[in-house]
RNA sequence: GUGAGCGUAGCUCAAUUGGUCAGAGCACUGGACUGUGGCUCCAGUGGUUGGGGGUUCAAGUCCCCUCGCUCACCCCA
């Protein structure tokens, strides 16, 4: 019989691996803790509905990408493929728009999309979600631009690029995007096979095709900037004055659009120069209708989301620090079987003291029990045999300088303790 | 969904034109050193060569199918 494996395009984080991911956790939370945001925990499936709407029927995503099935009772649910849809549903279902505006949240969590697994691109992935719902101003695009840029200084990313842009309102988009459909009429032909494609469905998305042709073409396509309304204009120039106040480097990109439908007014992303083709980071923008589309009132809400498979893919790239790797600081050796039970006795002793502790069960010998204690990196190591036991001693060796001494029983989880706060281990 | 490359022990990889080719190193277990690690030496555990079918006297090596991996398109975090 053939063995079982995950599924296509998942992964397990094994423990080499998921330390790592813990530190970012930290660093995250804090982060939250400094700018007002309330973690949450949200379903991974949802009514499907909650994304055809929110995310837009000919998005891509909903399109082709979803996991939709049916549940017990005939329910269309759907594992969900990205965080802000629900957030904005549980903002609306808990009444929150009653609390403080805008209500900041964040969560973190596995989404899963069905796509062609590749480097960065899995179709089970985690994202850092951050949304602040229920409010207009500029300066919380801002705070939420800057939040991100946050997270990334702390983790000591370099090589990064940050794009931003916007893709207007209902009311001025439309007229852009005949705007960029009457330039690109004319030179239709030339455009490539997919843009052509593009051209009726999302024109917009054009823009950022990669085939050299089509960027030549759309090189002196009109921009949006020259076509927004008043009042996204006036919001994107707050935008982008909140940024340079707070010091943050941006570049504007004409080209920058966003594949879900709910986008409004800012749209940007985070790049890394050191990923594959997948090198987006973090993406985010506001999306002043969303709350209308999946049944609300309107509410306004502005967020973004980071790839933590991306983050950490490139944090190892750059070589960077995550923090310090947990493991074991003394090893209890039990050099005769009369001393096992004063072993276990004392390895407990420090396991409530709080020292990452351990010890065989499996019976090895000295020998070997001290060379486990050097492959997982034991601080120090306690030898306890018959001997040690019947003069209420434990020999303890350093095992960096292989010194050895023999100390009082009584003693010993107190001296392991202070050294372990002292950060010796 | 499209294209290209690749799938040999837990890991990294060997195996001339199909002919003892199923191996090495690391890891793991034990021993040399019967109560002391990191070095050295020795031994052992471990693979129906991703799975299935075909060609052949003979296939890890060739062909087909399938599953998976990698990278790119597409899309996006």
């Known amino acids: 019989m053939e063995s079982i494996k995950a599924p296509r395009g998942v992964r397990d984080i094994l423990p080499d691996e998921s330390w790592k991911w813990a530190f970012i956790f930290g660093v995250t939370r804090k982060i939250a803790e400094d700018f007002g945001y309330r973690e949450v925990h ?42 802000t849809a629900s957030m904005v549903r549980a903002y609306l279902e808990h009444g929150m728009a009653s609390g403080p505006q805008p209500s900041k949240l964040w969560c973190a969590g596995p989404m899963m999309r069905y796509e062609r697994p590749q480097k960065g691109r899995y179709r089970q992935f985690w994202q850092l979600d951050f949304e602040a719902i229920g409010s207009a101003s500029p300066l919380v695009d801002v705070e939420v631009i800057a939040l991100s840029l946050e997270i990334f200084r702390r983790l000591g990313l ?106 409004t007014k800012t749209a940007y992303e985070v790049l890394s120069g050191d990923l594959g083709a997948q090198n987006a980071v973090c993406g985010g923008g506001r999306y002043d209708n969303l709350a209308e589309a999946i049944g609300g009132p309107h509410t306004p809400g502005v967020g973004f989301a980071a790839g933590l498979d991306r983050i950490v893919l490139t944090m190892e790239q750059q070589g960077l ?12 050796v039990v050099a005769d079987e009369a001393a096992r039970d004063e072993a276990v006795r004392l390895l407990y002793e420090l396991r409530r003291a ?21 492959a997982a990196k034991a601080c120090c190591v306690c030898i306890l045999g018959s001997s040690e036991v019947s003069r209420g001693v434990v020999a303890l060796k350093e095992m960096a300088t292989g010194s050895q001494e023999e100390i009082e029983r009584e003693r010993v989880v107190e001296r392991l303790a202070a050294k372990m706060k002292a950060a010796c281990c």
């Open 42 to 83: 949200l379903p991974i499936f949802e009514q499907t509905e909650l994304f055809s709407r929110g995310i837009g029927e000919t998005t891509d995503v909903v399109e082709k990408e979803m996991y939709t099935f049916s549940d017990r009772s005939g329910r269309s649910l759907t594992l969900r493929p990205e965080a």
């Open 158 to 263: 370099s090589n990064l690029e940050v794009l931003i842009n916007s893709v207007g309102c209902p009311s001025c988009r439309p007229v852009y995007r005949s705007a960029l459909q009457g330039y690109l009429r004319e030179r239709f032909d030339e455009l490539c096979p997919t843009c052509q494609g593009r051209f009726d469905r999302n024109p917009l998305r054009i823009l950022d095709c990669k085939v050299e042709t089509c960027r030549a073409i759309t090189d002196g396509a009109p921009d949006v900037r020259d076509h927004l309304c008043g009042e996204c204009r006036s919001h994107f120039d707050e935008v982008l004055q909140g940024l340079d106040l707070i010091g943050a480097k941006f570049r504007i990109d004409k080209r920058l659009v966003r594949g879900l439908d709910y986008y």
């Open 321 to 332: 620090s995550f923090g310090r790797e947990p493991s074991i600081s003394v090893i209890v």
């Open 354 to 374: 709080g020292v990452p502790s351990d010890m065989d069960t499996s019976g090895k010998g000295v020998k070997a029990q001290m060379k486990a204690a050097g």
